[in-house]
């Protein structure tokens, strides 16, 4: 098992910038597929970005494309999300979430284990 705890979120102005932070306990880190999900008020969850076990493939929504930025470190058991240029329509709760099953990388039902989220709210 692993235990993942999301940290970085905060209030931010329109064309600013944060990076979240996701510290995952447990040995086996590097065995797990990474990936940031958000939801806003009213709306379902949705896919941002996933990184693979050794962060040769990352995958990325397009919404988010060119202004977004995931990267893992194995050694210290941490994912991040660089969010620049963020938006207001960027506001949502983002959490991260660990699988090792093989699946549709942005379907939110393969993975296993989710943090409790961190909120992101972005100012006009």
């Known amino acids: 098992q692993v235990q993942l705890v999301e940290s970085g979120g905060g209030l931010v102005q329109a064309g600013g910038s944060l990076r979240l932070s996701c510290a995952a306990s447990g040995r086996t880190f590097s065995s797990y597929v990474l990936g940031w999900f958000r939801q806003a008020p009213g709306k379902e969850r949705e896919f941002v970005a996933a990184i693979s076990r050794r962060g040769d493939n990352i995958y990325y929504a397009d919404s988010v494309k060119g202004r977004f930025t995931i990267s893992r470190d194995n050694a210290k058991n941490t994912v991040y999300l660089q969010m620049n240029s963020l938006k207001p329509e960027d506001t949502a709760v983002y959490y991260c979430?660990?699988?090792?099953?093989?699946?549709?990388?942005?379907?939110?039902?393969?993975?296993?284990?989710w943090g409790q989220g961190t909120q992101v709210t972005v100012s006009s």
């Open positions: 979430a660990a699988r090792q099953r093989v699946g549709v990388i942005q379907v939110g039902e393969t993975y296993d284990y």
